[in-house]
């Protein structure tokens, strides 16, 4: 379904046969709801989020693209999140095999503006996929689309932000024993200790060359959401906590209790394509009941 959401804005539902659902705005390409079958939100978004281009949705999954934070020229996390994307009517055949799943495919484009501030011609397409089950799938392909020979570097993330219940409550699996970037330091390097993250004071976090696979377990709720990812080996994690959280105008002072940033990411070795080369980074998003119940 294609409507008007929030302040007019154009926005594309997926539902699945179980009543599982997903909306993305057009603008940002950005999903900001994922519902299970008993029509729980499992993804956060700020009750301040404004929807008031050209700031960015607070909450959700924005795109990062062609800048992670603030590690380049650019605004914070690049210019795709505050884009109008299109629907893409007619994708390349070898996108098509979504058969039984319902999806949207939306493109950006370099616009004669953006060239003055990114000086490339680039083609993003992203397909928004709810599989039968509900689980989510975005598929972001990137490709150079430069005339003058140039190739162009970039580094990405999606945002996401998940919906958790309680957030001294929950742990992180996967992350263990590996090395990070600690964004509260300098971005000094680290090394995660054995154990599964827990969470008590701000984080913020560039963990590298992860497994693609990534548990964020929801004890309160007795629910696990398992990210899978393809082509981004860091990943992110962050919550502002309560003092940092304050000084964030479109987010409420309490909102740090429930959510957790974990985000797919390509980040300390950045993506570089030639003319004509593609890139591809998957996501995928599924809630199932958790083991970690026990209150180990
Ligand atoms: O991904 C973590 C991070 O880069 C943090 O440093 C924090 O600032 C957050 O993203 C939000 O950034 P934003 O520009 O959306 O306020």
């Given at each position: 379904?294609?409507?008007?959401?929030?302040?007019?804005?154009?926005?594309?539902?997926?539902?699945?046969?179980?009543?599982?659902?997903?909306?993305?705005?057009?603008?940002?390409?950005?999903?900001?709801?994922?519902?299970?079958?008993h029509g729980e939100e499992l993804l956060f978004l700020s009750s301040k989020a404004n929807f008031n281009p050209p700031k960015a949705i607070r909450g959700g999954i924005p795109i990062c693209f062609p800048q992670f934070s603030n590690l380049g020229p650019l605004e914070s996390h690049g210019f795709a999140r505050n884009r109008?994307?299109?629907?893409?009517?007619?994708?390349?055949?070898?996108?098509?095999?979504?058969?039984?799943?319902?999806?949207?495919?939306?493109?950006?484009?370099?616009?004669?503006?953006?060239?003055?501030?990114?000086?490339?011609?680039?083609?993003?397409?992203?397909?928004?996929?709810?599989?039968?089950?509900?689980?989510?799938?975005?598929?972001?392909?990137?490709?150079?689309?430069?005339?003058?020979?140039?190739?162009?570097?970039?580094?990405?993330?999606?945002?996401?932000?998940?919906?958790?219940?309680?957030?001294?409550?929950?742990?992180?699996?996967?992350?263990?024993?590996?090395?990070?970037?600690?964004?509260?330091?300098?971005?000094?390097?680290?090394?995660?200790?054995?154990?599964?993250?827990?969470?008590?004071?701000?984080?913020?976090?560039?963990?590298?060359?992860?497994?693609?696979?990534?548990?964020?377990?929801?004890?309160?709720?007795?629910?696990?959401?398992?990210?899978?990812?393809?082509?981004?080996?860091?990943?992110?994690?962050?919550?502002?906590?309560?003092?940092r959280a304050k000084a964030i105008p479109d987010f409420g002072d309490d909102e740090y209790k429930h959510m957790l940033c974990v985000e797919a990411a390509c980040i300390e070795k950045p993506?570089?394509?030639?003319?004509?080369?593609?890139?591809?980074?998957?996501?995928?998003?599924?809630?199932?009941?958790?083991?970690?119940?026990?209150?180990?």
């Amino acid at each position: 379904d294609r409507c008007r959401g929030i302040n007019g804005l154009e926005k594309v539902v997926l539902r699945e046969v179980r009543g599982c659902s997903a909306e993305v705005y057009l603008y940002g390409g950005h999903v900001t709801s994922w519902k299970n079958e008993h029509g729980e939100e499992l993804l956060f978004l700020s009750s301040k989020a404004n929807f008031n281009p050209p700031k960015a949705i607070r909450g959700g999954i924005p795109i990062c693209f062609p800048q992670f934070s603030n590690l380049g020229p650019l605004e914070s996390h690049g210019f795709a999140r505050n884009r109008f994307w299109i629907i893409d009517n007619d994708p390349p055949a070898f996108t098509t095999n979504s058969s039984n799943k319902a999806f949207v495919d939306l493109i950006l484009k370099h616009s004669d503006e953006d060239v003055k501030i990114w000086p490339h011609r680039y083609e993003y397409r992203l397909r928004i996929t709810l599989g039968p089950g509900g689980d989510l799938m975005l598929t972001s392909r990137i490709r150079n689309m430069n005339t003058d020979g140039k190739p162009f570097s970039f580094t990405f993330a999606y945002h996401t932000y998940f919906a958790v219940t309680d957030i001294s409550e929950v742990r992180v699996e996967g992350l263990e024993t590996l090395d990070y970037l600690d964004n509260l330091k300098n971005r000094e390097r680290f090394t995660e200790q054995g154990d599964a993250i827990t969470f008590e004071s701000e984080i913020d976090r560039v963990y590298l060359s992860t497994p693609t696979k990534i548990a964020i377990l929801d004890h309160e709720r007795k629910r696990t959401v398992v990210l899978r990812k393809d082509g981004l080996p860091d990943a992110v994690v962050w919550n502002p906590w309560d003092k940092r959280a304050k000084a964030i105008p479109d987010f409420g002072d309490d909102e740090y209790k429930h959510m957790l940033c974990v985000e797919a990411a390509c980040i300390e070795k950045p993506i570089t394509l030639k003319p004509g080369e593609e890139w591809k980074g998957k996501l995928e998003l599924s809630a199932v009941p958790s083991s970690y119940c026990s209150g180990q």
